[in-house]
DNA sequence: ACAGATAGTTGTACATCTCCAATGATTTAA
DNA sequence: TTAAATCATTGGAGATGTACAACTATCTGT
């Protein structure tokens, strides 16, 4: 059991479950915008979507995991909020495009203020560290968008 | 807008996104964890918890950000699975420890092999910035707990 | 001994989410 | 042109969570 046992799986190992931790760990941040935003987690994970840019209702479904009759009761209910709106789909009248309003987009943006507010642990990075790990999530994250 | 604007706080922001986005994204891995174990989200974190070392229900249900009358209706269910029980706590016996069985800890594991599993991007990583990042993740996660 | 606080439980009401079936409008394929 | 498929919607059944109120047993401080 010395430092040369250390696989390359065990230090990913390591390195996600600590990741997890440092993502999941704060669910204060979580409550903080469902609190501000007066509104359940997964519908403004749906407004963010839609702020995002504008989909059918098909395709919101699908980002958000459900089906298109929930996706169909979660956009009714942010419309009624006045944050979202339905369009015509010019390329195929059966469907519809859901976007943002402007009261919708600045409501989104408020989420991701909050959410995207780093941690103090991570501010508190020596900025060589900040950097390093910036360039290594950057590599991370990049291929996924 | 040189590279010199580049202040510690906006290269927090864009690693703490990134770090949201890679932990976040891999929605499938709830998803495959839920089915594997036929039970919610929250109450495989439930078990989780308990199978990392005995509490009372009260220490359950603050940690699982919820109140107590759930924390009970959740111990209900699990110990009607057979991974959890109740026993008396010596200290106080108005309060009750939660532990888990052997079952329990099993599948707690099964759990924990399921969501520790590193993505693949993260597995692609080059051993120099895996075990750079494992060394700065150390650094955050290290004295949360 | 007594008053007040706390632990777990029971119960209720409600919001939220998932899953499934079915319908009208519209598009696509044969 | 006709049959099958797709889109959004409506509706309903049920699991899951959240938030309170109230109760018993027990502990704590005075």
Redesign the pocket.
């Known amino acids: 059991m010395t430092a040369h046992d250390d696989t390359h799986a065990a230090t990913a190992e390591r390195a996600w479950g600590q990741l997890r931790e440092i993502v999941l760990g704060g669910n204060e941040r979580r409550k903080e915008v469902v609190d501000a935003l007066g ?5 403004i994970k749906a407004l963010r979507r839609i702020a995002r840019g504008p989909l ?3 395709e919101l ?1 699908e980002q ?14 942010l419309a009624a909020r006045g944050l979202v709106e ?1 369009t015509a ?1 010019p390329a ?5 495009i859901v976007s943002a309003t402007p009261a919708g987009k600045e409501t989104a943006a408020r989420a991701e203020r909050i959410l995207g507010t780093p941690p103090p642990a991570l501010l508190a990075l020596p900025a060589e560290d900040l950097a390093e790990l910036e360039r290594i999530t950057s590599r991370l994250a990049g291929h996924g968008s």
């Open positions: 509104m359940s987690f997964f519908r059918t209702l098909r479904a958000l995991l459900t089906d298109r009759p929930y996706a169909t009761l979660v956009v009714d209910d339905r789909n195929d009248r059966r469907s519809k």
